[in-house]
């Protein structure tokens, strides 16, 4: 079966989407074309509409969970009217916490900030992976169309969202030779929470559920 919803531990992780607009050097995916996450292949095929994820959450069941998070293998944000849809119906449905791990770059493709709609939709947490204290590295390690603007989006989105959903925190993986507590001072001028994953397990780890 095609994997939308996937439990690992007591909290449930949606997978929209199967796009990205970074190519992370670091990513499973673009470094060895590895799409299993926690025993779940999340490479689809065509991306699912609301209610296609919506029958896998409720086939999951959401009863105990402390945690519902959009990740995977692709950026939630590409598919953003579902993402809302479903972050208002999780709400509705009582979960305690819905995240969003995300690239940050949602505003940028999108035209607008869309940080105010996120938290009208009842999003609690954003995890925003940075990646990189400055705008050269970021480009290294995240190559993408728009160059060293992405990073700077990257980092409206964060002072954004610091300003209107209760909890934000900038991720940034641990490649040899980052400067690691640049990267935490770049985090706490935004406002964040700094939080450094380890690099030979991204999108393996347990709790992260993928790492988009
Ligand atoms: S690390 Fe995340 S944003 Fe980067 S290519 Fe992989 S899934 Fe996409």
């Known amino acids: 079966m095609t994997t939308y919803a996937y439990a690992l531990g007591e909290a449930l992780y949606l997978n929209l989407t199967s796009a990205c607009t970074l190519a992370c050097v670091f990513c499973p995916k673009i470094r060895d ?96 992976s940075l990646n990189a204290p400055d705008s050269a590295t970021y480009v290294r390690l995240c190559p993408n169309q728009y160059g060293e603007a992405a990073w700077e989006a990257a980092r409206d989105f964060l002072r954004s969202a610091a300003g209107c959903i209760p909890d934000v925190e900038a991720s940034f993986v641990g490649v040899p030779g980052l400067d690691a507590e640049a990267c935490r001072m770049e985090a706490e001028r935004l406002g964040a929470r700094f939080r450094l994953r380890p690099y030979d397990r991204v999108g393996r780890l347990k709790e992260q559920g993928g790492n988009a």
């Open 33 to 128: 074309d590895d799409w299993v996450v926690g025993g779940y292949d999340l490479r689809l095929s065509r991306a699912p509409s609301a209610d296609e994820v919506w029958d896998q959450v409720l086939r999951a069941g959401l009863a105990g969970r402390p945690e519902v998070v959009f990740t995977g293998l692709g950026e939630p944000t590409r598919r953003l009217s579902v993402l809302l849809e479903i972050t208002r119906r999780l709400v509705d449905a009582g979960v305690a916490r819905v995240r969003l791990d995300t690239d940050g770059l949602a505003s940028l493709r999108e035209g607008r900030d869309v940080i105010p709609e996120m938290a009208r939709a009842g999003l609690g947490a954003l995890v925003v």
